[in-house]
């Protein structure tokens, strides 16, 4: 390996933190809960690029070791019917020749590729297996492929796939600059996991905990209420164009120079995510502009993310914000202040957490109770837009390099979920749509285009 630099070691704690505890936090057991409405369901799939085919044998391998160095890759979720204790992760077999396959696409185009992308998207993942499915594409033009993951929302958020895939991804093209990865074992808690009596306690010491604030602090309390109403208020007016819903989902991407739209957010005078929002703000006018119908201010959800420096890599440490986005608002540079104004005020509500505090309790809802009230959220909301930095550093898969990662997200009840992945300087955009609320979603990646154009724009014009 002269004059390459060494892969890294892989941290051996870190790695086992990724899948510490066997019991799902709150918000995983709702986003799992939930899904006893197909139309929420929370699945995630990264979509990578490659400059080559992967050698076959040197992908199993990978994944084999994958499998023993992360608990999750091996562990379903089991579900306590009684909804008192929390769902929570086991052992179970793994037939890799199950999790990880292969096709070819001899010589298929993008939106075949996609089409494949958005079939494996749409796919229920079988709950009595580990839940994850790899798939690559072989035989794309000049003899590229792709590599597609999926893995269920219960397993990580984006924050915590890109610092796996920063532990685990090769830092060259020979076996020699594979890490070796170890063989973790998951820990229990079985000893310690908590009776149902000891469950039901918790839950009253904290909404106790919760009225004993408000009898010290009343004044703190009315503030808290006062941010409670506008967290939960209306956002925005959502679009009749995006009325209908549905299962059926289409999958498009886009790319852009992560060095343009820094230079257009400065222009702007916001942030990278601010330019990144205004300009899908943007696309969505002229959606709708194409199709004759008016719009105004759009409601929108963000995933704020709520880790810190103590908090494990997996898992989910996040909470939504949800704004009115100005897509009626002509003026790029305006857009970007407005959306940038807005954001900021939803990230600093005290209520902002809502979600996560209670969802201990809405968890434990039935069923059909449950479904109601998550799936009339989601569907007052038209787009659902995260940004999530990506791999800082070049990384290869079986010898392959990845020359693009894009992520799709779920799209549990929205219309569409837009994900920004960074990865290499490169801006990797995806649009996964709802099929009813979008039916051309090449006309809408096109004004989504047409969007970023005139955002980074700014950055080009600037004196």
């Not at 899948?19 to 995983?28: H, K, M, N, T």
């Not at 990978?62 to 992360?70: G, I, L």
């Not at 498009?252 to 060095?259: I, K, S």
């Not at 659902?384 to 010898?399: D, K």
Request: hydrophobic share 45%; proline share 7%; net charge negative.
């Amino acid at each position: 390996m002269t004059d390459r630099q060494l892969p890294p070691a892989p941290d051996v704690d870190a790695l086992a933190a990724w899948s510490a505890g066997d019991e799902l936090s709150d918000l995983e057991a709702l986003m799992w809960r939930a899904e006893a409405d197909a139309r929420m369901r929370s699945d995630v799939m990264v979509l990578c690029r490659l400059d080559r085919c992967p050698d076959w044998s040197r992908l199993r391998a990978f994944h084999a070791a994958q499998v023993r160095a992360v608990p999750r890759f091996r562990q379903r979720v089991v579900d306590d019917p009684l909804r008192i204790r929390p769902p929570r992760w086991v052992a179970t077999e793994v037939d890799l020749g199950f999790h990880l396959s292969r096709v070819s696409l001899a010589g298929g185009t993008e939106e075949e590729l996609l089409d494949l992308a958005a079939a494996l998207h749409m796919a229920p993942l079988d709950p009595a297996r580990p839940l994850w499915q790899a798939l690559l594409v072989e035989g794309l033009p000049g003899g590229r492929a792709a590599y597609l993951l999926k893995l269920h929302h219960a397993i990580t958020d984006g924050a915590g796939g890109i610092a796996l895939f920063d532990m685990i991804y090769a830092a060259g093209p020979e076996p020699g600059d594979e890490p070796v990865l170890p063989t973790i074992e998951a820990e229990t808690a079985e000893a310690e996991r908590a009776d149902a009596m000891r469950i039901v306690g918790r839950m009253a010491l904290s909404v106790g905990m919760a009225v004993g604030r408000g009898l010290v602090d009343p004044l703190g309390t009315l503030a808290y209420a006062r941010s409670l109403r506008r967290v939960l208020g209306h956002h925005g007016t959502p679009s009749l164009l995006f009325l209908p819903r549905g299962l059926s989902r289409r999958l498009r991407t886009l790319e852009c120079p992560l060095a343009d739209l820094r230079a257009a957010a400065r222009a702007g005078g916001g942030s990278i995510n601010d330019a990144y929002l205004a300009a899908l703000l943007g696309g969505l006018g002229h959606y709708h502009a194409k199709h004759g119908t008016p719009i105004s201010d759009v409601p929108m959800a963000i995933p704020v993310s709520l880790r810190t420096t103590a908090d494990d890599a997996g898992g989910n440490k996040f909470t939504g914000a949800y704004i009115a986005g100005p897509a009626d608002e002509p003026d790029p540079a305006r857009r970007i202040a407005a959306v940038g104004e807005r954001v900021r005020a939803a990230r600093d509500e005290p209520a902002l957490d809502f979600l996560g505090a209670t969802a201990g309790f809405t968890s434990r809802l039935p069923a059909a109770v449950l479904t109601s009230i998550s799936l009339r959220q989601a569907q007052q909301t038209d787009l659902q837009a995260s940004n999530v930095p990506g791999l800082n550093r070049s990384a290869w898969l079986a010898g392959a390099l990845i020359e693009r990662m894009f992520a799709f997200g779920p799209v549990p009840g929205c219309a569409i979920m837009a994900v920004m992945l960074t990865h290499t300087g490169t801006c990797c955009l995806t649009f996964a749509t709802d099929q009813a609320a979008v039916p051309d979603p090449d006309l809408l990646r096109d004004c989504m285009r047409q969007g970023f154009d005139e955002i980074l724009a700014l950055g080009r014009h600037r004196p």
